[in-house]
C-alpha cells in the first residue's frame, strides 16, 4: 500500500523558517514526480512546488517563489518543503503528492494526509 506521511509542520512567526518533509513507503517513487499543495480554511486546494522524478526540474507557485524550495533524497524516498520568510498568509495545511508528471492541478495519484503549519504575525 502506497503511503505518503508528511511531517515538520508546526507554529512559527512571521519572517521565520520552517521544513516539512514527506516520507514516501508502499513502494518507490523514484520515478514519479512529487508535490506539495496547500489549504487554508475556507479555500480551495492550492499548488505550492513541484519537482521531477530526477529532481533537475522544478515549479513553483508565484506566491513562494524565492521563498520555498522543494528537494528530494531518493534514497530516502523523501521530499522536503524548506520554507523562508514565512508570512501569516502561508497559513494551511500542507499535503504531500505523487504523480507521474508534474501538475498545477490536483489531479494527483497519491496524497498523504497533510501536516498543518501555522505562521503568527
Known amino acids: 500500500q502506497a503511503q505518503l506521511v508528511e511531517s515538520g509542520g508546526g507554529l512559527v512567526q512571521a519572517g521565520g523558517s520552517l521544513r516539512i518533509s514527506c516520507a514516501a513507503s508502499g513502494r518507490t517513487f523514484s520515478s514519479y514526480a512529487m508535490g506539495w499543495f496547500r489549504q487554508a480554511p475556507g479555500k480551495e486546494r492550492e499548488f505550492v512546488a513541484a519537482?521531477?522524478?530526477?529532481?533537475?526540474?522544478?515549479d513553483y507557485a508565484d506566491s513562494v517563489k524565492g521563498r520555498f524550495t522543494i528537494s528530494r533524497d531518493t534514497a530516502k524516498n523523501t521530499v522536503y518543503l524548506q520554507m523562508n520568510s514565512l508570512k501569516p498568509e502561508d497559513t494551511a495545511v500542507y499535503y504531500c503528492?505523487?504523480?507521474?508528471?508534474?501538475?498545477?492541478?490536483?489531479?494527483?495519484?497519491?496524497w498523504g494526509k497533510g501536516t498543518l503549519v501555522t505562521v503568527s504575525s
Open positions: 519537482i521531477n522524478w530526477s529532481g533537475r526540474g522544478t
Open positions: 503528492a505523487a504523480h507521474n508528471i508534474v501538475l498545477r492541478t490536483a489531479a494527483w495519484s497519491y
